[in-house]
């Protein structure tokens, strides 16, 4: 596969929007972890950033009447946050490209251990889509924007 410079042109550049998120269990079946209208964006950048960003779009909303200015998740009640933990995942970086693997360098995220890690996961364009793979699961992106 072709190599790609941050100032060459770039396929992964621009914001991509999660079409779906399979895991495949090991008697085959498939498994969507955030149910199959799974909410996310992709965003890489021509100077080498990235951001991603996927939520259950059924998670369970906290106090309606709660203030914006006190929505920190330090504030929250203790069921209200691990709810929230476990139904959107984020995390951002830099990133690069060798050969059909995209290393996500993470520089900030929601879970902690993968703060200052190297995320490498196999990718493949296919018919303008990305999918990218981790062990047993399959994200397909779908540019958010089409190009003209």
Same mark, same amino acid.
């Given at each position: !596969?072709?190599?790609?410079? !941050?100032? #060459?042109?770039?396929?992964?550049?621009? %914001?991509?929007?999660?079409?779906?998120?399979?895991?495949?269990?090991?008697?085959?079946?498939? *498994?969507?972890?955030?149910?199959?209208?799974?909410?996310?964006?992709?965003?890489?950048?021509?100077?080498?950033? !990235?951001?991603?960003?996927?939520?259950?779009?059924?998670?369970?909303?906290? #106090?309606?009447?709660?203030?914006?200015?006190?929505?920190?998740?330090?504030?929250?009640?203790?069921?209200?946050?691990?709810?929230?933990?476990?139904?959107?995942?984020?995390?951002?970086? %830099?990133?690069?490209?060798?050969?059909?693997?995209?290393?996500? *360098?993470?520089?900030?995220?929601?879970?902690?251990?993968?703060?200052?890690?190297?995320?490498?996961?196999?990718?493949?364009?296919?018919?303008?889509?990305?999918?990218?793979?981790?062990?047993?699961?399959?994200?397909?992106?779908?540019?958010?924007?089409? *190009?003209?």
């Amino acid at each position: !596969m072709e190599e790609w410079s !941050m100032t #060459d042109t770039n396929p992964f550049v621009g %914001t991509w929007k999660l079409i779906s998120w399979e895991v495949t269990q090991p008697d085959g079946t498939i *498994h969507y972890p955030f149910g199959k209208d799974v909410v996310g964006y992709l965003i890489y950048t021509a100077d080498g950033h !990235m951001s991603a960003e996927i939520m259950d779009p059924d998670r369970q909303q906290s #106090d309606p009447d709660f203030p914006l200015e006190n929505a920190a998740a330090q504030t929250l009640p203790d069921p209200d946050r691990a709810r929230a933990y476990s139904t959107y995942l984020s995390y951002c970086g %830099t990133y690069t490209v060798e050969g059909n693997t995209v290393t996500h *360098h993470v520089k900030a995220g929601l879970i902690p251990s993968w703060t200052g890690s190297e995320q490498s996961r196999p990718f493949k364009f296919e018919h303008d889509c990305l999918i990218i793979k981790v062990g047993n699961q399959k994200l397909t992106w779908d540019r958010a924007v089409k *190009h003209a």
